[in-house]
């Protein structure tokens, strides 16, 4: 008898969901649109529908399906429970017992960030690890830790929440947390395009930095490709995002010593450029007794979510 | 019939053994000489003998004992094998195995601060939590962290070295690790002189602490009766150690949001007066999403390695 989990990754527009065997390989995947009318209380029964309607369609047996993950945006607990994820519309709820009882079967929740890395670890960055923190620098910087191959929640589903890590005292704009001197305000996106207009504001070094500014696509990618053609404008820039997030990566790892960080997101597009001018200065920062830990680019992308929410089940 | 479990601190001049039921209370607690001769070889030994005469004594029978667990100075992975603990005279060996094989009873080891964090979640400062990270404030810095009810380990046994999170950029001296700026250097009872005599060199105000100094007798417990005593210089001093830990445990709730901070080692002995300072500055630099954490003081003092150490197998 074959054996199947489901893994489901439930983001503000799409539902992304994958069928996957217990050995980690995708067998289909497929996205439906998230209603989040009337509070969102369309979402769980859509998704219920569209896996029921997947095994009906694949003549899939029930008692051959281990179970359902799910990942969902906002904090969740070890019991499933989902507290309050504003983008849909939800406030307290349990999602093992709601989805389960839609479809029958076992269902484990987790929080997307958490899930992502718990995907990286079964098969993408972190494969044969169990002991790893994702890095998620896009617009901001999420993460999901793993310790012995489980995701750390914490008591109120904070866990993995590195992007809020203090790592400067001086900072004079405000975090979107609401604090000052967060690693994402250096080490995302949007904190790389910050850290490129200061530095193109105190500095008089030429740099194709500047038209590309004048023209409005001053961006993350537009730092790391000028980094790449040699900019050395723009290899400063890289130097000081490699500062701030080698030394918040140095502080994670007094606390869970992973064997590896994989560094994923938008941001690490920019290939193992990225990893080169990290390790380095985790290298400078961190306790020796952590010093060998691996940085690996994540390689699952998108699918991270799906394949990390099959993984829970699995 | 009776159930009963052995925890075994194993410290460089003295081992501590207790005796204990399941629920965690201990029914006897003796201590044995460390005889490090012949690279140390005599030390399990001598814990086996130890706890197979107690057993005698007590007429406890080899199957109503659970087994022994032992923290041990240095890193241990979960197979436990410690990976060298220099102060024992101890290369690589597996603890489980060779006290087990002594014993003929199922043997536990862990790393000794690793271990007393869980026996302050058992049944000290971090009773009834599952999420826990014991700071102790020692001549250096420690750290046990506590995730679901377990300890994190890491991949080299470097789980909550907590001393070595780098928390300022300026420090000109070098911490007993080699870097600069580490956690230990501020919190610390020997960081906390530093700090102190940092603040008497650089301010003219009138202090106790003054003629302390001159006596040759300013320490961490000076510094904190003085606070006691209203001593506004020695505010300062507590402001500021208050500063480093509180953003040093910041940044750990980032990692793993846990429910409660506990606080030990001979610092601790402050009172509750320190969980003022330190939670003070940590709710000013903490993600909001971990703000509700507490601050509590350890009460297990030296007992909290034999505590753990039977926890590990009940």
Redesign the interface.
């Known amino acids: 008898m074959n054996q199947y989990c489901f893994g489901v990754d439930l983001g503000g527009t799409t539902v992304k969901i994958g069928l996957f065997n217990p050995e980690g390989s995708v067998l289909e995947k497929w996205e439906i649109p998230t209603r989040k009318t009337d509070n969102g209380s369309k979402i769980l029964p859509d998704i219920a529908d569209a896996i029921l309607g997947k095994m009906e369609e694949r003549k899939i047996a029930k008692d051959s399906v281990i179970g359902v993950g799910i990942g969902v945006p906002g904090?969740v607990d070890?019991n499933g429970v989902v507290h309050k994820a504003v983008n849909l519309g939800w406030d307290v709820m349990n999602i093992n017992e709601i989805l389960g009882g839609l479809l029958d079967m076992p269902v484990k929740a987790g929080n997307d960030a958490n899930v992502a890395a718990l995907g990286e670890m079964w098969c993408g960055g972190g494969k044969g690890?169990s002991?790893m923190v994702l890095a998620t620098l896009g617009t901001g910087v999420g993460g999901g830790?793993i310790?012995?191959g489980?995701m750390?929640?914490?008591?109120?589903?904070?866990?993995?929440?590195?992007?809020?890590?203090?790592i400067a005292d001086e900072e004079p704009d405000t975090c979107g947390?609401?604090?000052h001197g967060?690693l994402e305000q250096y080490a995302s996106a949007t904190g790389i395009v910050r850290l490129a207009n200061r530095k193109l504001a105190s500095s008089s070094k030429e740099s194709t930095l500047r038209e590309i500014k004048a023209d409005g696509e001053l961006s993350a990618k537009a730092v790391f490709d000028a980094v790449k053609a040699g900019d050395a404008l723009a290899c400063e820039i890289a130097e000081e995002f490699g500062m701030y997030l080698g030394?918040g990566l140095?502080?994670?790892?007094?606390?869970?010593?992973?064997?590896v960080f994989v560094l994923g997101g938008g941001v690490s597009k920019a290939g193992e450029i990225l990893c080169e001018y990290v390790s380095k200065y985790y290298k400078e920062?961190?306790?020796?007794?952590?010093r060998?830990?691996q940085f690996k680019l994540a390689t699952l992308g998108n699918d991270a979510g799906i394949y990390g929410a099959a993984k829970l089940v699995c």
Chains 1, 2 share one sequence.
Do not use: L, M, S
């Open positions: 904090p070890d690890c002991n830790i310790v012995n489980r750390v929640t914490g008591a109120t589903g904070a866990g993995g929440e590195i992007g809020h890590i203090h947390c609401g604090n967060c030394k140095a502080a994670i790892a007094c606390v869970v010593n992973p064997e920062y961190v306790f020796h007794g952590c060998e830990a």
